[in-house]
Every structure is written in C-alpha cells, then in structure tokens.
C-alpha cells in the first residue's frame, strides 16, 4: 500500500482480515484502515486479556479500536483550534507555526468553514448504523460521539470565524440558517438516544455555541465606527455581509422569525445592527439605490396623513428581546452560570465535550451583547 505521504509499506497476509474490516465497520478507505490498525497498536496495543487468537478475537479487536477511532477523529479537529488562536496572537510562541501552515491547511478559509457547516448538518441528520439495531447500549454510544463531534466542529467553526475567515454574506447565512434550521443543534436523527443526562449536556453545550457563534458572526464590536458600515453601491469591502442588502434581507426575515429565548442573543445583536445602520443612512446626503428597498422594509415612509412617529423596527426588537417572555437575561444568566462553556468547574466535572471552557473570546462575544443592550 502506498500511504498519503508517499512511503509505500508491506500488508502481512495476516493483517489483511483486520484492516478490511475496519475498514467495513467504519466506512473508510483501506489505506486509512491500514493506518488506523498501526496507529492503534502503536499507541494502545493488545490487552493481556484479549485471550488467543480465534473467531472472536477480531470483534473484541474493532470493540477496542472503536473508542481510539473516534478520540482520533475529534483529535484531528482540536488540532486546529490552538493554531487558529495562535494565528491571532503575535505573542504567541506557535504564531510562526500557524502563519505558515493554516494558509496550507484551508487555502480559502471561508470554503473551509463553508464545509464545516455542511459537515455539521450532516451529521445532524445521520442515523447509527443499521448493525446497532439491536444493541442500544452501542447505538447510544454512537449517537453521542457523533453529537461530541458536532460540538467539536462548532468549535472549529468559531475560531475560524474569529478572525481568520470574512463574514461575508453568503457564509454568514449559511451559519445561521444551520443554526436556526437545526434549532441549536436540538434537532437530531438520534434524539430518542440522547434523553439521559450526558446527551443533554451534549445538547446543551452545542446549543451555547451556536449561540455565540450566531453573535460572534455579526461582528458588533466594530459597528460602534459607524464607517465601518460601508452604505454604497460599489462597497470598497465586499467580504463584509452588510455590503450586500440581498443577504441583509434574507438575515432579517429569517432573524425576526424567531423572537423566543432560544435565539433571543442574536435577536437583539440584529436589532443592534440595525440600529447603526440607521444611524450610519442618516449621516448621508442620499440612499444608495441597492440599500434603499432594504432600508424601507425596516423603517417603512409614513404616509401624510399619518403624523405621529412610528418607533423604529429596532427599538420594538430590542423591546420584545427584554420582555419577560423572552428572558434575555435569564439566558445570559444561564449561559455564564450552568454552561460548560463559562463554567470551567462544571466542564471538569461533567467530562465536557467543550475543548476550551471559559475562554476569553467567548465572553468577548457575550460583552459584544451586553454592550447592545446599554446602547
């Protein structure tokens, strides 16, 4: 077999039985369960109680992989997140490191986050497979490593967007339409599987990083400039999702759609946004025409006849945000006192699936809402 980085290696006769059926069992190409077998071996190897080789050596074999195989595949993601992080910090003592090889790892780093996002549904929508039927013990097992997985990509998906990948438009609807498609990741193929405390919290934690994540994404903090809102028909930033009053449109409907307390942080980031983008249409002489039928949707022209002021779309957003029905503090609340993400205590304890709890760029993101509400 020849190995992706080109060293060609010898298959024993005898190996050849246990690398197809990895391969059978976890649906990956020969070669990669070539590579899995070794790896295995190499750092786990086999337990003294395995008992001798017979016809039931090699399910006890994939029974033992199957924990290793999975911790790999979630390794493979957190291998990006210190480098993401490091990509950000100067001062960091792998920045050289993460300069030199994110470029060759996602060359375009929004179609990397684009594939995030697709493989995130994905697996939403995936099913344990059909020889779990009737092992439940095992089909659970499945369903929480795959939801651990998503977890994991949510993460990835955060610091790529954190400032490696632009908000442009169209990734900035793909995320949300994942996060508001999926409910925060509460609709699962698996959910029957997922009712005991550890699938909760797994849900639980998917569910505050989509939270954030859908925050994070509107990039509050620099619409406090408001030149950084570029009102324009030929906009000098296009990777910038508010350069484009199409995506603008589509946000807002499918925002305002959702007004309960699942998507409430969010909701009242949108309504900040569109506060400054008011603001920003009121310091020009004249409406671009690309903005202008955007612009009349959120604060429609009131006829003649109509004298008294109508309160602008944001502050009734902003008003139904902070209604008692809606619980924007109780979900802050929520978020930084019962949260693996906030809570590092709780993470330890819990064996979270959240790789870096109570990190710094997390409550950057919350501070970005808390800042929304005092403006």
């Known amino acids: 077999m020849t190995l992706p980085d ?54 006890q074999l994939l029974n033992s992989i199957s924990d290793f195989y999975f911790d790999e595949r979630i390794h493979i993601f957190r291998v990006l997140l210190p480098l993401l992080r490091a990509k950000e910090d100067e ?127 509107l990039d509050l903090e620099t619409l406090t400039q408001l030149d950084a809102i570029e009102l324009s028909d030929s906009p000098e930033r296009l990777e910038i999702y508010h350069a484009d009053p199409d995506s603008l449109e589509r946000l807002h409907n499918l925002i305002t759609t959702y007004s309960n307390d699942q998507f409430v942080c969010s909701y009242i980031g949108w309504a900040y946004f569109l506060s400054r983008l008011e603001a920003r249409a009121a310091t020009l002489p004249s409406i671009p025409p690309r903005f202008k039928s955007f612009l009349d949707s959120i604060n429609p022209p009131l006829p003649r006849s109509y004298s008294k002021d109508r309160p602008p779309v944001h502050s009734e957003m902003a008003k139904a945000a902070l209604s008692p029905d809606t619980g924007l503090f109780q979900v802050l609340q929520m978020l930084l ?39």
Request: overall charge negative; glycine content about 4%.
């Open 91 to 217: 001062s960091s003592p792998i920045h050289t490191l993460a300069a030199e090889f994110l470029p060759k790892i996602m060359p375009d780093p929004s179609k990397f986050a684009l594939s995030i996002v697709d493989e995130y549904l994905k697996k939403t929508k995936e099913k344990y497979p059909s020889d779990l039927q009737e092992d439940p013990k095992a089909a659970t097992t499945w369903a929480k490593r795959n939801l651990r997985e998503q977890v994991v990509l949510e993460e990835v998906l955060f610091w790529t967007m954190w400032g490696y990948a632009p908000c442009s438009g169209s990734l900035v609807e793909a995320i949300f339409n994942a996060a508001y498609n999926s409910n925060l990741g509460r609709r699962q193929a698996n959910t029957n599987l997922l009712l005991d405390s550890e699938g909760q919290r797994l849900l639980q934690d998917s569910a505050a990083l989509w939270i954030v994540l859908t925050v994070e994404v």
């Open 6 to 59: 080109g060293v060609v290696v010898e298959v024993e006769e005898a190996d050849k039985e246990y690398v197809l059926a990895a391969s059978a069992k976890f649906q990956i190409d020969e070669v990669f369960a070539l590579i899995l077998l070794r790896s295995y071996l190499y750092n786990q190897g086999i337990s003294a109680n395995a008992g001798p080789l017979g016809p039931s050596f090699l399910p």
């Open 337 to 375: 006192t019962n949260s693996t993400m906030f809570v590092t205590s709780l993470a330890w304890s819990s064996s979270s699936s959240v790789t870096d709890t109570n990190a710094i760029a997390y409550r950057s993101v919350l501070k970005g809402s808390f800042a929304c509400l005092h403006t």
